[in-house]
């Protein structure tokens, strides 16, 4: 599974499949990279991804790669 993790304008960080689904909200983009991590090391069959993490920086956004390790 493809997780994408964005942070709203209001600070809210989202963890959303990649159809967009809302899976959970987290307080830091740390936490929401450590619930991939557990949910890759459960599903170990599943192909690991990397993980698109989006800022808000100033009203425009713009996306990092990170890796859940």
């Known amino acids: ?3 994408y993790i964005r942070e709203w304008s209001e600070g809210t960080i989202v963890l959303m ?3 967009g689904h809302v899976l ?6 740390r936490d929401a990279l450590h619930a ?3 949910w890759y090391g459960a599903n170990s069959k599943e192909k690991k991804y990397e993980v698109t993490v989006q800022y808000k920086n100033q009203g ?3 996306a990092t790669v990170a890796r859940c390790a």
């Open 1 to 3: 599974m493809k997780f």
């Open 17 to 19: 499949t990649e159809a």
């Open 24 to 29: 959970s909200y987290f307080s830091s983009v």
């Open 36 to 38: 991939c991590s557990e």
């Open 60 to 62: 425009d956004a713009y």
